[in-house]
């Protein structure tokens, strides 16, 4: 494993209710991002997981916890981020209907970035953002089209060449292939992976899909209720799973092959839903919906384990391994 | 590229013309502002428009020399209401050359902010603009000014600054998480950027769409100040004061009222046919 | 014999729309059945013209919609030109449609409660049941759909509920009438993958139960595996090849089904393909031959210019593509 | 419960619009050029009785002082003299507010039920006959502004067929009604005078119409356009799919969601009808606030100004009120909306 680019120290992030009531959409998550890799965050809607995303970019400041970047705790109480950081940490979006604006052409889009982080003249501006086109497969004619012209994968795409343009380091992929179809898909995952090898990014790819981080991830971490249940290289991950909720989700995956159904735990039947992060249960969060749930998780919480190298989970019933 | 740009022309006009009655608006609009404009050159006694007086023509029905007959003073009605135009068509946009810019910033500073003490105070004065009738005011601000075209500009300035802050404000504060707002916002935009290259252009859809129905409006709430006399003042004619010296001469001088009162219908008619269809074009629904 | 045992059956369905004056040419001569107690998928991609299939089935085209052939046969009859009763009476109690909309098939301002009952009165209404049999019935629609407390449920306002929820209620409400045919249009868009394996089955053991025949919509091909045992692939408002699912997903023939498989990203890694190049034809001036000669990297002269036809291959999978009917 | 909650905190945003409302008005009061003193005794009196108004009506005192001995004496009702009619103008408002509530009552209440009619046939007809009226009508009225629709009135139904009172006022002097409400068709009906009742409804009907034209319209084309829209939505399609008759689906599925837009800008319509009336009550001399206003801008009778735009607004603020609560019992998104 190369170097660390961003730590995430035990970070929590609490939004306050109207009613008096917290949402703890966060609570409590580690972990490490090495530099060039990918680490799929993986979790169902209200697990936290856009949330880390968000308060890694700089959108929230955190509740709690630490967010180093090259070591610069980004989260701290005050620090405001250098234009440095912010081109370096570049996010990508999940609605390719928003990420840019309907009513500008694509090439004053692209411009944003450039005119805050790399001020130049017009001709090369305009050199620059060609360059960025044909980086992520588009020709350079795009420049002059409107969002509406174009479809939702270019556009995910324009995206990507616009978080390029300021030279980062660090890409945060939020679901940024969820609203497209497969075929269009593709291209994406595709021309990222590309762009990842070129230019040694790393990315932090937030989704919802499993599948796809078998095929795109260096390592998988599924985040449950704003805490983290498992965390392993991809290989690892989908021939081993651990947690109960990591096998509850892979065998929930529809599959169209016998070789993938061959991959599915087997026997485990999705049950209950996912409680309300208001008032999550007491003990180990997933124990209302755990098959195997014990004494124990209904009043303790688990704590992170190595159980591997590098395969890390957090139930109760892999302590005694450890 | 060119064809792309010719057949969104192609486009819009089919949605613009869809209602079939918005090209009637377009019509009346282009009329109205032509009629105007070469008002000195139309009108048959362009040196009725003041202090004239021909005692031998006074009160005359329409005829061929005069098409809308001449009022006490023996001067041209038409040639009045011609020259009329101008002073309204000018206070339509001078009203909403100040009324929409401000408008629009105050909104858009208080959706951007919204749920922060920014959008508190600058909304809270907004509701306090609209709380009253605009009209009422108006005519207040109106009155303790000296009467005259200049100040009912800005009393009616005054009242509808709000409006187009309050729909300004009603883009802004939906389009403020989208992501491309938050983008640039991460990336270091400043303030200026975010608002009058991220948010105008989404805004301007809706703003042109109510500047052209206001426009009628605007020259309505004009010729009503001048119809109490808080407008343009005698011997200068407009649309509001011409009714108001006709109305007492009615019924038997009929003329004197009508014309003008018709004029102030198709004007307002016109911009709103043409709001509708431009409505159309963008999808914005009128008011 | 076989022409029996379909409830519904659609021949040769073609569908426009006119928008701004121009006429899409959306679907075009569309045909498919579906067994009394069997399950049915149609997988395609956005724009494919899948919801308008659905939409035309019940009858609910949008304004600016008009079916331009074929016809589509409940027990035989067409419903296409049905007077008006028996066309509520089908749509009552024949089939029912799972919206893919979940944020705007309810109706903001009126309580889950009442568009559960207002629903559920037309379609038992042979039964004369009492009020709170029919809330009896939503409740257990509710909770099929694993929605834990129907009674708040069932006192809220759609925008007090989450998208998911919304899904489900829409799900619920479309079940508790218990009409013979459901279609389900993409009725997993909303949900976490663990409420939608639970959606599935349960739609999956109504029909294993004999009491539904299912026509299920989506672009998820995992989610049709799971519920259906026939399956037909829509390319740009054609079917291009149809059969018994295991088999269709086994050995796609037709290219678009083989490339869409290849993109598909699956648990056994290995990468995915580098996607389709190109884009759906535009409607208004669809291409005069394969709908899929444009993007078909087998494409031929022949593609260009004549429409393919279905082609069986044995075991009742076919595919309308020269090339597998040429045997190349 | 969230519909009172949201209620309360209605009324608590309203405070704070009216007293800011008596800010802009005090400044307007204060810019007028000259003394106030002067202007409220006129130019024939000695400096010394100038001194003793200035006294009396704290005009010494600095602008924020003086803002507040004027705000808390019209909280008390107390607005000063009025300069035109020497009376307290609490008095000559007090006389002359019901004609002037009578008059919006009658032009804002009643319109509501024709709009809806007219937008749901012109809907339910889209491009018949019956629609393409409702639209023509619709451009023509909603373009036509008040004043000259008072004039026209005036025109053709008191010269040309003489079928109004020409004498204006509110009721012919033949009849005596008992003082109950101030408004009169009421107080009639009550005292049991049908014939009085009649009477004063015909010296209503010209100037209500005269208000009520164009904002009727233009709610009907708001019902009807918003009717249209909603007629292509999911939820519609989604009932109409169930089996439920069509005409079920449109009174109990199309129609609510349809009128809410409707009830909403009926609060601004009934404000800018208390605006129009200053135009309307002159027109038809009738004896109301607004005419009164009107003579006190005209005079620049500040104190009488003041009080009646401070009024207007008031009578306007609980007019939005009530249609907003009004739409939040119809639309149960609007109580969660933070409302402004």
């Given at each position: 494993m190369g170097d660390i680019i961003l730590e995430i120290k035990n970070l929590k992030k609490y939004f306050p209710l109207a009613d008096g009531r917290t949402v703890k959409a966060v609570d409590g998550v580690s972990m490490k991002l090495y530099k060039g890799e990918t680490l799929g965050l993986v979790g169902e809607s209200g697990c936290g997981k856009s949330t880390i995303a968000y308060t890694v970019v700089g959108m929230y400041g955190a509740s709690g916890g630490e967010v180093l970047y090259k070591g610069t705790d980004l989260a701290k109480k005050g620090y405001k981020r250098t234009l440095k950081q912010k081109g370096e940490i570049q996010i990508v979006f999940q609605d390719p209907g928003s990420s840019l604006n309907s009513r500008r052409t694509i090439e004053k889009s692209m411009e944003v970035p450039l005119d805050i982080h790399d001020r130049m003249p017009k001709e090369k501006k305009t050199e620059r953002i060609e360059e960025l086109l044909e980086m992520v497969g588009l020709p350079k004619e795009y420049k002059s089209k409107m969002p509406r012209n174009i479809g939702g994968g270019e556009r995910q795409l324009i995206s990507v060449a616009r978080a390029l343009a300021t030279n980062p380091e660090l890409i945060i992929l939020d679901e940024p292939t969820s609203a497209l179809d497969v075929s269009v898909q593709a291209k994406v995952i595709n021309t990222l992976i590309e762009l990842q090898k070129k230019l040694e990014l790393s990315y932090l790819f937030i989704t919802h899909d499993l599948s796809l981080m078998r095929n795109v991830a260096t390592r998988v971490a599924i985040l449950y209720l704003g805490r983290l249940c498992e965390l392993a290289p991809t290989t690892e991950f989908f021939h081993g799973p651990l947690h109960p909720y990591t096998q509850m989700l892979l065998s929930s995956i529809p599959v169209v092959t016998e070789e993938e159904e061959a991959i599915k735990p087997g026997q485990i039947i999705s049950q209950g839903e996912i409680p309300s992060p208001v008032n999550a249960p007491k003990g180990c969060t997933f124990h209302t919906r755990c098959r195997d749930c014990m004494e124990i998780c209904k009043t303790e919480m688990p704590v992170m384990t190595e159980v591997e190298p590098e395969h890390f989970v957090c139930c109760h019933k892999y302590k005694a391994k450890g | 590229m060119k064809a792309e740009q010719k057949e969104a022309m192609i486009k819009n006009w089919y949605k613009f013309s869809a209602g079939g009655v918005s090209v009637i608006g377009l019509a009346i609009v282009l009329l109205i502002i032509l009629l105007a404009v070469f008002a000195p050159v139309i009108a048959p006694y362009p040196e009725d428009a003041g202090a004239v007086v021909k005692f031998a023509e006074s009160s005359q029905a329409p005829s061929m020399e005069h098409i809308m007959g001449t009022d006490t003073m023996g001067r041209d009605v038409f040639s009045r209401l011609l020259i009329s135009l101008r002073g309204s068509l000018l206070m339509g946009v001078l009203v909403l050359a100040i009324a929409v810019p401000v408008g629009f910033v105050v909104g858009v500073l208080a959706g951007y902010y919204k749920d922060t003490w920014v959008e508190t105070v600058l909304m809270r004065i907004v509701d306090i603009f609209l709380s009253v009738p605009a009209l009422v005011l108006a005519l207040a601000i109106a009155a303790i000014l000296e009467p005259n075209l200049r100040n009912s500009m800005i009393a009616i300035t005054i009242m509808w600054w709000p409006w187009y802050a309050r729909l300004s404000f009603g883009v802004a504060s939906s389009l403020r998480t989208e992501n491309y707002i938050v983008y640039a916002e991460l990336t270091g935009a400043k303030l200026s950027h975010i608002i009058f290259k991220e948010f105008l252009p989404n805004t301007f859809d809706q703003i042109l769409t109510k500047m052209t129905l206001d426009m009628g409006y605007v020259i309505c709430m004009g010729a009503t100040l001048s119809f109490v006399g808080l407008g343009e003042q005698p011997p200068m004619p407009a649309l509001g004061n011409m009714i108001n010296d006709g109305v007492k001469f009615l019924p038997e001088m009929w003329w004197l009222a009508i014309y003008p009162a018709v004029t102030i219908i198709i004007i307002v008619l016109g911009f709103n046919l043409l709001g509708d269809g431009v409505g159309n074009i963008f999808n914005v629904e009128g008011k | 014999m076989e022409e029996k045992t379909n409830v519904l059956e659609v021949r040769d369905l073609s569908v426009s729309y006119t928008v701004a004056n121009v006429k899409t040419h959306v679907l075009e001569n569309v045909n498919f059945s579906v067994e009394k107690g069997k399950s049915v998928g149609i997988v395609g991609e956005s724009g494919c013209g899948k919801t308008t299939t659905m939409r035309a089935i019940l009858n609910v085209l949008p304004s600016n919609g008009t079916v331009e052939s074929g016809e589509i046969l409940y027990n035989g009859e067409?419903?296409?030109?049905?007077?008006n009763n028996k066309l509520q009476d089908y749509r009552q109690k024949g089939a029912g449609m799972i919206f893919q909309d979940p944020s705007s098939a309810?109706?903001?301002?009126?309580?889950i409660r009442n568009q559960f009952l207002e629903a559920l009165k037309y379609a038992h209404k042979?039964?004369?049941?009492t009020k709170a049999q029919l809330l009896e019935k939503a409740a257990k629609a509710l909770e099929q759909v694993s929605l834990a407390d129907p009674d708040r449920i069932l006192n809220s306002y759609p925008f007090q509920l989450s998208g998911g929820m919304r899904q489900r209620v829409c799900i619920a409400i479309t079940l508790a009438a218990e009409r013979q045919i459901l279609l389900a249009d993409?009725?997993?868009?909303?949900?976490?993958v663990t409420i939608q394996d639970q959606i599935l089955r349960l739609i999956k053991s109504l029909v294993e139960a004999g009491e539904l025949s299912v026509i299920m919509v989506t672009h998820s091909l995992g989610v049709i595996r799971q519920v259906t045992t026939a399956v037909n692939i829509m390319y740009a408002g054609t079917i291009v090849e149809g059969g018994d699912t295991k088999e269709v997903f086994g050995h796609p023939m037709h290219p678009y089904t083989q490339a869409l498989m290849d993109c598909l990203p699956k648990l056994t890694g290995n990468g995915i393909a580098k996607g389709i190049p190109g884009r759906i034809p535009d409607y208004s001036s669809p291409p005069g031959g394969c709908r899929f000669a444009p993007r078909c990297p087998y494409v031929t002269d022949r593609c260009l210019n004549e429409k393919p036809v279905p082609h069986e291959t044995g075991g009742g999978h076919w595919t309308s593509c020269f090339k597998a009917e040429e045997g190349r | 419960m969230s519909l009172l909650k949201s209620i309360l905190k209605r009324l608590a945003s309203a405070l704070v619009v009216l007293l800011g409302l008596t800010i802009i008005i005090f400044v307007l009061m204060r810019i007028v050029p000259g003394d106030p003193a002067r202007l409220a005794l006129g130019a024939n009196v000695t400096e010394d009785v100038l001194e003793k108004y200035r006294e009396a009506n704290h005009l010494n005192e600095s602008l924020p002082m003086q803002y507040v001995y004027w705000l808390t004496g019209a909280l008390r009702g107390d607005f000063g003299m009025s300069a035109v009619t020497k009376r307290a103008v609490i008095q000559d408002i007090t006389d002359f507010a019901p004609a002037t509530i009578e008059l919006v009552l009658w032009a804002g209440f009643p319109p509501i039920l024709a709009a809806l009619f007219l937008g749901v046939t012109s809907a339910q007809h889209k491009n018949k006959w019956q629609d393409y009226l409702c639209r023509f009508l619709g451009y023509i009225f909603v373009a036509t502004p008040t004043f000259v629709f008072a004039v026209l009135f005036v025109l053709v139904f008191g010269y040309w067929l003489p079928v109004m009172p020409t004498i204006g006022g509110r009721l012919s002097p033949s009849f005596v009604i008992p003082d109950i409400t101030g408004l009169y068709v009421l107080d009639a009906l009550l005292g049991g005078q049908p014939a009085a009742a009649w009477d004063a409804f015909l010296h209503l009907l010209f100037p209500a119409l005269a208000l009520a034209l164009g904002k009727t319209m233009q709610e009907a084309r708001i019902t009807r356009s918003s009717m249209l829209q909603n007629a292509d939505k999911d939820y519609i399609t989604m009932v109409t799919s169930q089996g439920v008759p069509q005409s079920v689906v449109n009174r109990k599925f199309l129609l609510k969601p349809s009128v809410i837009p409707t009830v909403t800008i009926i609060g601004m319509d009934i404000a800018t009808m208390f605006g129009n009336a200053f135009l309307v009550e002159r027109i038809f001399n009738w004896p109301g606030l607004s005419s009164y206003g009107m003579t006190a801008i005209l005079n620049k009778d500040t104190n009488a100004v003041c009080a009646v735009v401070l009024i207007i607004g008031l009578a306007f603020t609980l007019t939005s009120i009530a249609v907003d609560i009004v739409a939040m019992i119809l639309d149960p998104r609007m109580r969660q909306k933070r409302t402004r």
């Open positions: - | - | 067409n419903i296409l030109n049905m007077p309810l109706n903001p301002v009126i309580s042979d039964k004369k049941l993409e009725p997993g868009t909303a949900l976490d | -």
